[in-house]
């Protein structure tokens, strides 16, 4: 290993900055892969009273080792309900879940998210899993975290179908499509940085870079202009306690890696 070489990877780096996100005594609920692991990181870490929720039932768990799927029996470990999709959806639409944990395919300056086609939806170059639970979550729960590769085919300036409402158009438009007054998306997270959104535009704002990550570099792998945040900050890098972690809730090295 040169001095240069981080003692972390990519994956281990985005788990943690996902966890930290992650705020104690809220819900969070959350799909499979890096949401999961952060969920559990940040409950084994500053969150103990994160409620953790899966699509399929299970509220409240204490997760042992990381599930394959959101209906894996691990989800329901030491859980306080062993509850249904329909009453998951039902809590995120009465308004107890705090914080929804996503990903997509592509997503655009409002933080609208495509799962579904890539190309015109009659002649598509792919299609795409769809939306599953992606659109409740996205429309309903209080604030929206989405976790994404980041490159001029997936952050573009319109997405090609709208899967998931982010800000839709601006400033509003979520209000005048019906949505709880005050969602929509929180934060964005990547390879590369960290993004919010701007309160005046709705639009993606630049937060903080990964570590050696520019400005340019952000810019360089976004299809639009990003607009950059007035205190600009850098992510701290894995702890050696949290990388102890994501190996202990990760065992097999199916997201992180060995």
């Known amino acids: 290993m040169t001095p240069s070489t981080p003692a972390y990877t ?11 996100t992650l705020e104690d005594r809220r819900t ?21 009273g994160l ?9 409240g768990p204490r997760v042992p080792t ?20 329909h009453n998951v959806m039902s809590a995120c639409q009465a308004g107890y879940v705090d914080f929804g944990f996503l990903g997509g395919a592509m997503m655009d300056r409002y ?11 009659e002649l598509p170059e792919v299609r795409l899993p769809g939306s599953g639970g992606g659109n409740d979550v996205g429309s309903l729960a209080q604030r929206t975290i989405i976790i994404l590769r980041q490159d001029k085919r997936r952050l573009v300036e319109r997405v090609n179908f709208l899967t998931t409402p982010g800000y839709i158009d601006g400033p ?20 590369l940085a960290v993004y919010d959104f701007d309160e005046a535009t709705k639009q993606l704002r630049l937060r903080a870079t990964h570590p050696g990550v520019s400005v340019a ?17 850098v992510t701290s890098p894995p702890t050696e306690e949290e990388r102890r972690l994501l190996h202990e809730i990760d065992p097999a090295g199916m997201v992180i890696g060995k």
């Not at 990519?10 to 930290?20: P, T």
């Not at 969070?28 to 103990?48: D, Y």
């Not at 409620?51 to 509220?59: L, P, Q, S, Y």
């Not at 799927?69 to 999709?85: E, I, L, Q």
Request: charged share 10%; glycine share 12%.
């Open 28 to 48: 969070v609920l959350v799909g499979t892969g890096l949401p999961m692991i952060g969920a559990i990181l940040a409950q084994r870490t500053h969150a103990p």
């Open 66 to 85: 990381l599930p394959v799927s959101v209906g894996d029996s691990r989800t329901f470990y030491h859980a306080s309900a062993a509850s249904s999709m």
């Open 51 to 59: 409620v953790i929720i899966f699509e399929a039932g299970g509220v």
């Open 10 to 20: 990519a994956m281990e780096l985005m788990a943690c900055v996902a966890a930290r």
């Open 111 to 121: 933080g609208n998210l495509n799962t579904t086609v890539i190309g015109p939806w």
């Open 217 to 233: 570099d952000v810019q360089a792998a976004s299809g639009f202009n990003i607009q950059v945040a007035d205190t600009l900050e």
């Open 172 to 191: 509003g438009a979520r209000e005048r499509a019906g949505l709880p007054a005050g969602s929509g998306p929180y934060r964005v997270l990547t390879q």
